[in-house]
């Protein structure tokens, strides 16, 4: 008698993909306009709860990301996942194209269909996205980025 496969579990599974630095099958990239610029959309189903993708950068303080923000071009500044770990602040860098996908997911403040959540591997915060809803193939990965105001959000579009 054949047993169902076990469904790995959300979290090993984030744990498993951060400790090799990879991100997971089941994604592509596309353009989707001047002011979002790419974004990250599924090529498969996904259920909620499932680890979807980790946001990688650089590991800095709170100094450091103060300093990349007063040069960084504004382009580059979006790409600062400020958070707090263990009562510090840090912040994971993602200003460089790593080729990582986890920097390119978009936000929505509205309808998200993932959140992040930090994960604690080897000591170490990693900023992963677990989806919050079941997700189709063609869907955009977004998640909601906060309460700032981002520059995006009151932008008016005007139909051609």
Not at 106 to 123: A, S
Not at 131 to 139: L, T, V, Y
């Amino acid at each position: 008698m054949l047993r169902p496969r076990r469904k790995a579990n959300p979290k090993e599974e984030a744990i498993q993909f951060s400790l090799n630095n990879k991100d997971r099958n089941g994604f592509e990239i596309r353009f989707i306009n001047d002011v979002k610029g790419r974004g990250v959309f599924s090529c498969t189903e996904f259920e909620k709860g499932d680890f979807l993708l980790e946001y990688r950068g650089d590991l800095i303080s709170k100094e450091e990301c103060e300093r990349r923000q007063r040069i960084y071009h504004k382009a580059l500044k979006v790409f600062m996942f400020e958070f707090r770990f263990n009562g510090k602040f840090i912040c994971v860098g993602a200003a460089r194209d790593d080729g990582s996908l986890g920097r390119l997911v978009n936000d929505d403040h509205i309808n998200p269909n993932c959140r992040m959540k930090t994960i604690r591997v080897d000591g170490k915060p990693h900023l992963c996205l677990f989806a919050i809803r079941s997700i189709c193939p063609g869907e955009e990965i977004t998640y909601n980025y906060g309460d700032s105001e981002w520059p995006w959000r009151c932008k008016v579009f005007k139909s051609s």
